[in-house]
């Protein structure tokens, strides 16, 4: 193993999250390697890519069951981060600066995009480019 050229290796996959595969079950699991994408049906939402879709995250396990944590490799995503936010907003919104040091929603799509929204302590999980 030593003298392998090339390949992946852990450290080029960057950003993991744990997400919930929305799709999972018994006899349809999400399999290790499964390209998925973010879904706004909720905080930390995932489903299977379809025939065309871009490719937001890889899994890294097996799971059956769509409450069960799955962890997976994050794409087009460097960083996530908690911020406190104005105004209304919802899973999937994208975001920018707000005048009070927050986030507030993006007029247009830019890259980022909410994944949990806190409304108890007023603040969002960004995942950031």
């Known amino acids: 193993m030593l003298n392998k050229r090339g390949g992946i290796v852990p450290d080029s996959y960057g950003l993991s999250l744990t997400v919930f595969a929305q799709e999972a079950t018994q006899e349809a699991p999400v399999k290790t390697g499964a390209p998925l994408k973010l879904a706004t049906t909720g905080a930390y939402h995932a489903v299977k890519c379809a025939d065309g879709d871009q490719v937001q995250l890889v899994a890294k396990h097996t ?67």
């Open 63 to 129: 799971v059956t069951d769509p409450d069960a944590p799955l962890g997976v490799h994050a794409y087009g995503f460097s960083r996530n981060a908690e911020f406190k936010y104005s105004g209304a907003i919802e899973v999937g919104d994208s975001v920018v600066a707000d005048a009070t040091g927050g986030v507030k929603v993006a007029a247009a799509a830019n890259g980022t995009f909410v994944a949990l929204v806190n409304t108890a302590n007023g603040t969002v999980e960004v995942l950031l480019p």
